[in-house]
C-alpha cells in the first residue's frame, strides 16, 4: 500500500484553529485572554463615549433648544389667552447651578414647558428629581426656605439637559408684566434659531483635545495586545516543532490578537452600555447626561470596530519582528537592531511642518484650516510615541554603566534589575508609558492653548471684588420691603460689610435721571461726595445737561414730589463696584428725600464677606431676599466672564481628561500585572535566594519612574512645542504656565507611580506563589 | 555513621506536615544535615520531595512540626528572618538553572554579593574566580539565554557558592542536562561544597547523581527513610 501525502490544511484555517486553541484553551489561556480583554475593553469603551459625544452634544443642544424661553430679538407681546409670563429665578446650590423659572399663566392656553403635563399654580413647583432629591435632604433647610413652594410634580427628562440637572419650573403670581424686564411674556417653549456653528478657534481647541485624549487609548490597545508575549511566543516555538511553518505560527499569533481584539470589543461595549447607565446617576463639574443621548454615531462606531483589531493585529505581528520561532525555542535577536532615531523624528516635523504651513498670513477674521492643525498635532503626538523608545533605551544604556549601578546593598540591586530589564525589555514599559506621555503632553499643549486664548474668550467685567463680592438687586419695592430687605441682608453675617441704595427714576426740569439715595458710605461708592453728612444732596452730570436741576422740583414715577435745593453740588462720578459708572443722576442721603410713598423701588446691596466664601454668602442673601421679592438678582462678582462655549469645552475636555487618566491607570494596572505573571518564576527562585520582597518591589518601582521622568520630560518639551505652534498658528501672544505644566507632570508621573506602588503586593505574592518544581 | 555526622545535626526537620489542598505532601518528614555532608532526597515525582527541601530552607512553612537550623528555628521566624537566613547561610541550584534572564552571568553570580552590601566591583571580582572555577569564565559577560544548559547550570553552580554558604540546596540540579554535563556540574558541585565545607541538600531521583552523595534517604508517602550511609 503506497503512502499518501496529508493533504497540508490552509495556512488561514490551521491558524484560526490554534489561535481559538491558544486563546482560550486553558485556564492560564483564558486568563490571560481576558486581561487582554479588558484592556483593551477599557480602551474601547472610551473611544465609544468620545465617539458618542457629538450625539450627545447634539441632544442637549436639542433638549435646550426645546425648552428656551427666550425672547430676544422677537417683538413684545400683548397679553391673550396663550401667553405665559416667566421670571428667571435661577440660583446656585452648593456652588452648582440651579435653573429655576417662575411663570404665571396669563390664559387657559398658557404654554407648558416640555417635561411638564401641565403648569404648577401659584404656589406649587415642578422640580428635577435631583432637585427633588436636594430638597429631601435634611440639612437643606436654605435651599428650602428659598423655594417657598409646594413640590407637586417632578419634571420629565425632556425638560432637563441631563439627569443630575437641578432644576424648577414655580407657579407664582407676583409676576408682573412689564415691571422691570425680569419677566417675559412667551406663547411658546422652544427656539428654532439654529445654534451659531462653533468659531474656528474652538473648533481647533475641540479637534486638538479629542486627538489628546484619543491618542493614549490607541496606545493602550497596542499595550494591552502584547500581554503574554514570552508566552505566546514559546507556544509558538512548540508549533514549529510539531511542524508547522513559520508564516502559519505568525498567522496564528495574529488570530490570536485579532480574538482578544474582538472579546475586548465586547468587553468595551459592555463596560460603555454599563457606563453609559453609570453617566446618568453621577454629575462631573456640573455636567450630566441622560444614557439614551450617549449614542455612538455610526460612521465613529465603524471605525472603532475595524481599527481596534486592525490595531492589535498589525501591533502583534510587529512585535515578532525580532524574534525568530524555531522548532527549537525562541530566539530574540541577541543584538537588538540599534533604534534609528531619523525616522522617528519625521513624524515630528511633519507635524511642526503642517503646522508651519497653517502659519501663513491669513485674511482678517480667517482662521486655519481645522483638518491642517489636528494632523499636525496628532503628527507631533505620534512622534513622541516614536522617539520615547529611543530615548528610554539610550539613557539606560548609560545608566547601565553609571557610578548609580555600582554601589551595593537591596537598592542597587533593584537598580541593577530595573536598569537591565529596561535595557533587556525597554520597548514595552516605553510602550506603555508613552500613553501617559502622549496624554502629558497633550494637555500641557492644550492647558498653554487654553491660556493663551482665554483672553479672546473673556471680557472684562471691570467689577471690584475688594468692594464688593456679592451684589444683589431686588426690584419693584416699597420703601417697607427695602427696609426688609436691607434688615434681613445686614442680620445674614454681621460680620460682612453691606452698603444699601435704594434707587428709582426722578423727571426733574424736563429730564430723566435716577435718583439714587443711601448712606454717605455707600454714596462714596458711587460719587466723590467729599465733606458728606446726612441731608446732603449731589448732583452727577457728567455730560452737563442737569445744569437746570438745581433748585426746582422733581416728581417720582408713583408721583410723588423732590426738591432739589440750588445749593445743590455737582460731584464726579466714581465706578461703583461693579464696573458701572453712574450717568445722570442725583444722589441723596437718607434724610434728605422722602420716599415713603414711592414703589417701584430698586434696591441695589454690595456686600463684601470676611470669610471668603461669596458663593455661600450669595446663596444666604438669595434665601433671605426672595423673602421679599420672588426674583432677586444675586451676583458673585467676577472679574472676567468667560464665554460659555469656551467654558463649556474646557469643562469636557477635564471630563475627558479624567477618563483618560483613569483609562491610562486601568491600563498600567492590566499591563503590570501582566509582566508580573510572566516573571513568577524569577521572582520566586529570588525570593528563595533570600532577596527581600522590598528588592524585587523597588525594582519594578525604578522600571516605572526611568522611563516616566524620561516621559515626562519629552512631554512637557513636546507640550511646550506643541503649545506654542498652535498659539502662534491662533495668532495668540505665546503664554507659559509653570505650575499649569508641573501640575500636569507630576498628575502622569502620580498615576504611574501609584499603579506601581499598587504593583508591589502582586509581586510580593508572585515571589511566593511561583512555581519552584520543575519535575 | 559517616564521619561527617560527628557533632550535632546542622539542619534538622522533626515530624514535618504539609498539605496542599486535599494533596498531602508531607507527613511526618523528620531528618538532619550534617555540616560538610552531602545529603541526596531521592524518591519518586510527588513524593514531597521538592516540598521537604523548601521547608528545611525555609522557603515554606510546614502545617507543623520544626525546623532547626544551628540554634534557631527556623519555623518559628518571620519572612524576612528567613530571607536573610537564606541569603547569608544557603545557596541555591535548582534545575533549569533559573538565572534572572536580564542579567549577565557575571551580574547573576555576584548578585547575592551585591544583596549582602558588597560593592559591585569586589562582588563582580568575586563572581570572576567562581566562574573561573567552575569553568564558565567564558560566558561571563553573555545573558542567560545565549549560553547552553550546562553551562547555564554551572553558572547557577557559582551563584550559590558563591557567599559560601553553609548548607546549599540542590534541586534535580541536572535534570535538564545531558549525562556527560550532569556528570561534570555533579563533580563541580560537590568538590566545590567539599572545598568550603558546604553542606549540601541534593533533591534527586537519580541514582547516578544520588551516587555522589555521603548519605540518601528516601521520601515516599511524605516520609523520610533513611537507606544507607554510604561512605
Known amino acids: 500500500m503506497s503512502a499518501v501525502p496529508a493533504r497540508p490544511a490552509s495556512t488561514l484555517s490551521t491558524a484560526l484553529v490554534l489561535g481559538a486553541r491558544f486563546a482560550v484553551g486553558s485556564r492560564a489561556a483564558l486568563g490571560r485572554s481576558l486581561l487582554t480583554a479588558v484592556g483593551i475593553g477599557v480602551c474601547v469603551a472610551a473611544l465609544l463615549l468620545a465617539a458618542a459625544v457629538p450625539n450627545a452634544l447634539a441632544d442637549r443642544d436639542l433638549r435646550a433648544s426645546a425648552r428656551s424661553d427666550s425672547t430676544f430679538g422677537e417683538p413684545a407681546l400683548p397679553a391673550g389667552p396663550g401667553t405665559l409670563l416667566v421670571g428667571d429665578a435661577s440660583t446656585s446650590l452648593d456652588g452648582a447651578g440651579v435653573r429655576g423659572r417662575l411663570v404665571l399663566a396669563e390664559g387657559p392656553r398658557a404654554p407648558v414647558p416640555p417635561g411638564l403635563v401641565e403648569l404648577p399654580l401659584p404656589g406649587t413647583v415642578a422640580v428635577s428629581p435631583a432637585l427633588a432629591e436636594a430638597l429631601d435632604d435634611p440639612d437643606a433647610d436654605a435651599l428650602r426656605a428659598r423655594l417657598l413652594y409646594e413640590v407637586v410634580a417632578t419634571i420629565g427628562p425632556e425638560g432637563l439637559l441631563g439627569p443630575r440637572e437641578l432644576a424648577f419650573y414655580a407657579g407664582d403670581d407676583r409676576l408682573q408684566a412689564d415691571r422691570r424686564g425680569l419677566e417675559r411674556r412667551i406663547d411658546g417653549f422652544g427656539s428654532a434659531a439654529a445654534r451659531d456653528p462653533l468659531d474656528g478657534f474652538l473648533l481647533m481647541l475641540l479637534v486638538v483635545g479629542v486627538s489628546v485624549l484619543l491618542l493614549p487609548m490607541l496606545v493602550f490597545v497596542s499595550v494591552a495586545t502584547r500581554l503574554g508575549t514570552e508566552r505566546r511566543d514559546r507556544r509558538l516555538a512548540a508549533l514549529r516543532l510539531l511542524g508547522v511553518p513559520a508564516a502559519t505560527a505568525r498567522a496564528t499569533a495574529a488570530v490570536e490578537a485579532a480574538l482578544g481584539a474582538v472579546a475586548g470589543l465586547v468587553v468595551g461595549g459592555l463596560l460603555f452600555a454599563v457606563g453609559r447607565q453609570v453617566l446618568g446617576q453621577v454629575s462631573v463639574l456640573g455636567l450630566s447626561v441622560f444614557p439614551q443621548d450617549v449614542r455612538p454615531v455610526p460612521v465613529l462606531l465603524l471605525l472603532t470596530v475595524l481599527l481596534v483589531p486592525g490595531l492589535a493585529v498589525g501591533s502583534s505581528l510587529l512585535g515578532l519582528r525580532g524574534v525568530a520561532l524555531e522548532p527549537l525555542g525562541v530566539t530574540r535577536q541577541s543584538t537588538r537592531p540599534r533604534r534609528r532615531l531619523w525616522w522617528r523624528l519625521l513624524l515630528p516635523a511633519a507635524g511642526a511642518a503642517l503646522l508651519a504651513v497653517s502659519l501663513r498670513p491669513l485674511p482678517v477674521g480667517d482662521v486655519p484650516d481645522t483638518r491642517l492643525v489636528a494632523t499636525g498635532t496628532v503628527l507631533m503626538l505620534c512622534g513622541l510615541i516614536a522617539v520615547l523608545p529611543w530615548l528610554v533605551d539610550v539613557v539606560v544604556l548609560r545608566l547601565g554603566r553609571s557610578r548609580l549601578s555600582g554601589g551595593g546593598g537591596r537598592a542597587a540591586v533593584a537598580w541593577l534589575l530595573a536598569v537591565r530589564r529596561l535595557q533587556n525589555g525597554g520597548s514595552t514599559s516605553s510602550r506603555v508609558v508613552s500613553g501617559v506621555t502622549v496624554a502629558a503632553a497633550g494637555a500641557i499643549a492644550l492647558q498653554m492653548l487654553f491660556a493663551g486664548l482665554a483672553g479672546s474668550y473673556a471680557s472684562n467685567t471691570g467689577a471690584d471684588l475688594a468692594r464688593a463680592e456679592v451684589v444683589a438687586s431686588t426690584y419693584g419695592l416699597t420703601i417697607d420691603q427695602v427696609d426688609t430687605a436691607i434688615t434681613t441682608v445686614r442680620d445674614l453675617d454681621q460680620s460682612a460689610q453691606v452698603l444699601d441704595v435704594t434707587a428709582t427714576d426722578l423727571t426733574v426740569a424736563g429730564q430723566d435721571l435716577d435718583l439714587v439715595v443711601g448712606s454717605c458710605e455707600a454714596l462714596a461708592e458711587l460719587a466723590e461726595t467729599p465733606a458728606c453728612r446726612d441731608g446732603e444732596l449731589y448732583l452727577i452730570d457728567p455730560q452737563g445737561i442737569l445744569t437746570s436741576v438745581p433748585g426746582a422740583v422733581g416728581q417720582l414715577s408713583s408721583g410723588a414730589a423732590v426738591a432739589v435745593p440750588a445749593s445743590t453740588t455737582t460731584v464726579p462720578g466714581r465706578v461703583d463696584p461693579t464696573g458701572l459708572l453712574l450717568d445722570a443722576a442725583l444722589l441723596a442721603t437718607p434724610s434728605a428725600v422722602d420716599l415713603s410713598t414711592a414703589t417701584g423701588l430698586r434696591l441695589d446691596q454690595y456686600v463684601r464677606s470676611h470669610d471668603g466664601t461669596p458663593d455661600a454668602l450669595a446663596e444666604a442673601v438669595t434665601t433671605a431676599l426672595v423673602q421679599v421679592d420672588p426674583l432677586p438678582v444675586v451676583r458673585v462678582q467676577e472679574t472676567a466672564e468667560q464665554s460659555n462655549r469656551f467654558t463649556g469645552i474646557r469643562t469636557g475636555l477635564t471630563v475627558g481628561g479624567l477618563v483618560v487618566l483613569l483609562a491610562i491607570g486601568a491600563g498600567l494596572l492590566v499591563s503590570g500585572l501582566d509582566q508580573i505573571a510572566e516573571r513568577r518564576q524569577v521572582h520566586a527562585v529570588l525570593h528563595a535566594m533570600g532577596t527581600p520582597a522590598g528588592v524585587l518591589g523597588g525594582a519594578l518601582v525604578f522600571a516605572s519612574v526611568i522611563p516616566v521622568a524620561l516621559g515626562t520630560l519629552l512631554a512637557v518639551v513636546t507640550g511646550v512645542g506643541l503649545g506654542a505652534l498652535l498659539l502662534t498658528v491662533a495668532g495668540t501672544t505665546i503664554v507659559l504656565d509653570p505650575l499649569g505644566i508641573g501640575l500636569t507632570a507630576a498628575t502622569s508621573g502620580l498615576v504611574v507611580l501609584l499603579v506601581s506602588a499598587g504593583l508591589v503586593p502582586s509581586v510580593q505574592r508572585s515571589s511566593h506563589q511561583g512555581r519552584l518544581r520543575s519535575e | ?231
Open chain 2, 1 to 231: 555513621m559517616s564521619a561527617t555526622q560527628a557533632g550535632p545535626p546542622l539542619l534538622r526537620a522533626d515530624g514535618l506536615h504539609k498539605s496542599f489542598g486535599a494533596t498531602t505532601a508531607l507527613a511526618g518528614a523528620s531528618v538532619s544535615l550534617f555540616e560538610g555532608e552531602v545529603l541526596a532526597v531521592m524518591g519518586p515525582s510527588g513524593s514531597g520531595k521538592s516540598t521537604l527541601m523548601h521547608c528545611l530552607a525555609g522557603i515554606t512553612t510546614p502545617d507543623a512540626g520544626s525546623v532547626d537550623y544551628g540554634d534557631l528555628r527556623v519555623t518559628e521566624m518571620s519572612d524576612a528572618g528567613r530571607s536573610s537566613l537564606r541569603r547569608g547561610e544557603f545557596g541555591f541550584v535548582f534545575q533549569f538553572g533559573q538565572l534572572v534572564p536580564e542579567l549577565t552571568c557575571l551580574e547573576n553570580v555576584a548578585m547575592p554579593l551585591r544583596l549582602a552590601g558588597r560593592r559591585r566591583r569586589h562582588a563582580e571580582a568575586t563572581a570572576r574566580q567562581w566562574l573561573a572555577r567552575l569553568d564558565v569564565a567564558d560566558v561571563a559577560t553573555k545573558r542567560p539565554g545565549e549560553v547552553s544548559g550546562g553551562q547555564g547550570q554551572r553558572v547557577a553552580v557559582a551563584r550559590a557558592l558563591v557567599t559560601e554558604p553553609r548548607v546549599v540546596f540542590a534541586d534535580e540540579p541536572t535534570g535538564a542536562l545531558d549525562s556527560l554535563n550532569g556528570e561534570r556540574v555533579m563533580q563541580l558541585l560537590t568538590e566545590a561544597a567539599r572545598e568550603t565545607r558546604a553542606a549540601v541538600v541534593l533533591v534527586t531521583h537519580e541514582a547516578r547523581v544520588a551516587a555522589y552523595s555521603d548519605r540518601e534517604v528516601v521520601v515516599r508517602d511524605g516520609v523520610v527513610r533513611d537507606v544507607s550511609v554510604l561512605t
